[in-house]
């Protein structure tokens, strides 16, 4: 993640925090037992505020020690509030494509929804360089799985940013795919997996989550605040009668071994 990108996200990183959702401890679970390096040392690429981090923390264990890498300085300010100062954790200012560590450092380096904002070819070359051998490089996304609401939010947003980039294009550049991870040098045994999983959300929850997106705010500094509260009170009261809704999330995972 380049610089001037990361600036996207200043004042969000309190939002991103509190409403969106972690990933499954079972998916760095799998994902780790592929893992043939005797290190035990992780990356968390891109971590913002830290909701990934907790996660592989949980996963991993004590036994690891884990370098969340984040070169927004809000989502960084939130990080180091959560994770500063425990065990084995360290906290890195740097982007993803330029990493300040030695060679051969990491068995495992997760990027968890940010592919989309990073260079990919510097980031594998990177990968290649900081990820010892016989280490595991994965991106791992969450995918919410289609529902009323969730199309009405997307529709509304791209009503009145017209000019944003497409949203079923934007989705499918969140993960790399198979065919470029097994094509780029250093890597081999291109692998995939996802795990299905659910919560309940009411109108606000879903809000605070759509409102952690910076597409959104782009909207929302075009026509306000107070308009796109109560335009989404109406979409959630439309779709969702009875005040809550049930989504259905999906996290999935593309990785590749170093050689």
Known sequence: MMREDAERFDGLAEAYAAFRPGYPAAAFRDISANVTSPLRRALDLGAGPGNSTLSLREALGPEWTIAAVEPGRDMRRVLARRLGGQNGVMILDACVEALPLPTGFASLATLCTAWHWVNPIQTMAEMARVIAPGGVFVVLRNGRLPHPVLDAFTAYF???????????????????????LAAQPGFADPSAASWP????????????????????????????????????????????????????WETQAQWVRRT
Do not use: S, Y
């Open 158 to 180: 791209a009503t009145l940013n017209p000019q944003g980039e497409d949203h079923a294009r934007r989705e499918a550049r969140k993960l790399p795919g198979l065919d470029f």
């Open 197 to 248: 999983w659910q919560n309940e959300m009411e109108c606000q929850a879903l809000i605070d989550l759509w409102l952690t997106r910076a597409t959104a705010w782009e909207v929302v500094r075009r026509v306000g605040l107070t308009r796109v509260l109560g335009d989404l009170r109406a979409l959630c009261a439309q779709h969702m009668p009875k005040g809550q809704v049930t989504l259905h």
